[in-house]
């Protein structure tokens, strides 16, 4: 499984950005697929998933109501639209990819087998 991601940039607070993972069309028909991110000195976080339906989506409170992760089946791509964009959303984001069927859904990173190299959103005041 190939994650390919891309969109960071540098944005000014309360701006927007959208962020892309490119995957196989396999992958996605099978795959709950989520973004974490990890700001300099800190833990990775989880920030969003949508499974493998993509019936259902999961935010971290961070996120919520800012952040919306949706997919286009055609472009086989996942997307995270970033909106009201804040300092302290500065980080490196990785997409992730598990085997969905059969299991339920995870927030955990260490439930997800597939990451993407990182794409870095730089947010400044």
């Known amino acids: ?73 055609a472009k086989s791509t996942v997307f995270l639209q970033m909106n009201s964009l804040k300092p302290e959303d500065t980080a490196v984001y990785y997409c992730a990819a598990r085997l969905g069927i059969a299991k339920g859904p995870s927030t955990h990173g260490s439930e997800y087998d597939y990451w993407g190299q990182g794409t870095l959103v730089t947010v400044s005041s």
């Open 1 to 73: 499984v190939q994650l390919q991601a891309s969109g960071g940039g540098l944005v000014q607070a309360g701006g927007s950005l959208r962020l892309s993972c490119a995957t196989s069309r396999s992958t996605f028909s099978r795959y709950d697929m989520a973004w974490f991110r990890q700001a300099p000195g800190k833990e990775r976080e989880f920030v969003a998933s949508i499974r493998w339906t993509g019936r259902s989506t999961d935010y971290a409170d961070s996120a919520k109501g800012r952040f919306t992760i949706s997919r286009d089946i």
